[in-house]
């Protein structure tokens, strides 16, 4: 009797383990999905809207995981994927997290600030030094303050080097921050020394543009006003006029009000055109325009880049209102809608000099360049 009672709880044991051990995690372990994860934290972090009273699935998964498959849950993508994380939740939320705290969001921007390139800038406020500028510069404009570096060959005059050392900034803005297109209304300030070496007579100086201006813009994701002031002053090398001493040096000058409008038909496409009146002048005279159109990446690139083109003309009354056809196209790479952008292409330049000094000359050009622009 006593073997067949000992006999008997055995069984029973053995039936009741069965009944109550998960049937698949003996031959493959306990598996859940981000769905049971994320229903399952929420009885951990508290009730929420659309929450079901669920047990944690699986205590032995670590807080870490649990926040981040949650956190991929709730952001959505938006945009293109930074760099190739090819769908990795976990490398996007950090990402994201890196960008809010970069410009002081951390998530406190509300339900439409989530995602890479959005913070918490949507509000119009005052803003002392912000990021990026309203009103882009003209790609394909030859006397953009930018940095710029095009090695061209000269039809019928050989080698050159344009050099543009400059850039733009935004003093204060009324409008929107972070990584995000700015808007509002912004004052800023530019400035660029344009200089041509020649690399057939020892990378002798021949001449140099200098530019400075203050850009007052509105704008939106759409389109953009400019109001500016710029002076422009231009000199020739004194290694040019020790070799070419009967050259008749001119005092080119002028201080020019600039009324400027640009939009986007579409996301990459954008139409500008301006008019220029100088109000002093020296050897030049006082009506310019300028119009073009470039096509190029607005959003965050990654570092495959994307294509670029670009076209620009700009007409001068000094020279019976002819001036010069510049076309662009290459390969351009952007952080985030906010930063500048880093360009490599081919340029063709057909017209009046862009070297004021020269600024009857006609000259036909084509180069290799590199830029970037504010």
């Not at 006999?7 to 859940?32: D, M, N, W, Y």
């Not at 310019?288 to 990654?302: H, K, N």
């Not at 351009?332 to 880093?342: I, K, L, N, Q, T």
Request: aromatic letters at 12%; hydrophobic letters at 35%.
């Amino acid at each position: 009797m006593t073997r067949k009672r000992y006999s008997a709880i055995a069984l029973t044991l053995i039936v009741l383990v069965g009944i109550c051990a998960p049937r698949e995690s003996q031959a493959k372990g306990v598996e859940f999905s981000s769905k049971d994860i994320v229903q399952g934290s929420a009885m951990k972090l508290g009730p929420g809207p659309g929450s079901r009273a669920r047990s944690r699935p699986n205590d032995e998964l670590s807080d870490q995981l649990l926040a981040e498959e949650l956190l991929a849950e709730q952001i959505p993508l938006q945009g293109e994927m930074p760099f190739d994380n090819l769908g990795h939740e976990a490398e996007f939320t950090k990402q994201v997290q890196y960008e809010q705290a970069l410009c002081g969001c951390q998530g406190t921007g509300g339900s439409d600030c989530t995602g890479l390139g959005c913070c918490c800038g949507h509000d119009y406020a005052w803003r002392l030094l912000p990021q990026g500028v309203i009103y882009r510069s003209y790609l394909a404009g030859a006397k953009e303050s930018r940095f710029r570096s095009v090695w061209n060959n000269q039809k019928a005059d050989g080698d050159n080097w344009d050099i543009s050392l400059g850039g733009r900034a935004t003093i204060v803005r009324y409008g929107t921050s972070g990584n995000v297109r700015p808007e509002g209304f912004e004052l800023g300030i530019e400035g660029a020394g344009l200089t041509r070496l020649d690399p057939d007579e020892d990378h002798d100086v021949a001449a140099t543009d200098y530019r400075f201006g203050i850009p007052l813009t509105w704008g939106d994701s759409h389109q953009q006003f400019k109001v500016a002031y710029y002076h422009l002053s231009s000199h020739v090398g004194d290694e040019f006029i020790l070799k070419n001493p009967t050259f008749d040096r001119l005092n080119y000058s002028r201080d020019v009000i600039v009324i400027g409008y640009s939009v986007y038909p579409r996301e990459k496409v954008r139409l500008y055109g301006e008019a220029g009146y100088a109000f002093r002048d020296d050897v030049a005279e006082p009506w310019e325009f300028q119009f073009g159109i470039d096509y190029a990446p607005v959003s965050a690139t990654g570092f495959r880049g994307a294509p670029f083109a670009a076209v620009n003309g700009h007409l001068r009354e000094e020279v019976d209102f002819g001036g010069n056809f510049v076309v662009q196209a290459g390969w351009a790479w952007r952080r985030s809608p906010a930063s500048g952008m880093f360009r490599l292409g081919m340029e063709y330049y057909n017209g009046k000099d862009d070297q004021f000094s020269f600024f009857d000359n006609s000259v036909q050009k084509t180069g290799f360049g590199v830029w970037y622009d504010y």
